[in-house]
């Protein structure tokens, strides 16, 4: 049964999706240490309970979840963008 989305399961395991995390976390690791970024648009602290995966071009325009098109952001600002190309509001 589809979960009716864009991205058609194309999310990948368990596995695959706290991989993504933990390279958001090290790439964008802020100011407060180790295990934290930031939210990309309002800045956020995160952990890894905190992050959600951002795609900067999104699943309905061919995005995928891949190191280049993917960014930290809290659930909010995830939520809030949507499919907007870029995230930015």
Do not use: Q, W
């Amino acid at each position: 049964m589809s979960r009716g989305t864009s991205n058609s399961n194309v999310r990948g395991n368990v596995k695959d999706r706290i991989a993504r995390k933990n390279y958001l976390l090290t790439v964008f690791e802020s100011d407060h240490g180790i295990g934290t970024c930031r939210c990309y648009r309002c800045g956020k602290v995160l952990s890894i309970t905190t992050l959600t995966v951002d795609r900067i071009k999104p699943g309905c325009l061919g995005g995928k979840y891949i190191r280049l098109n993917i960014r930290p952001a809290c659930m909010t600002c995830n939520r809030e963008t949507g499919a907007r190309l870029g995230g930015v509001a």
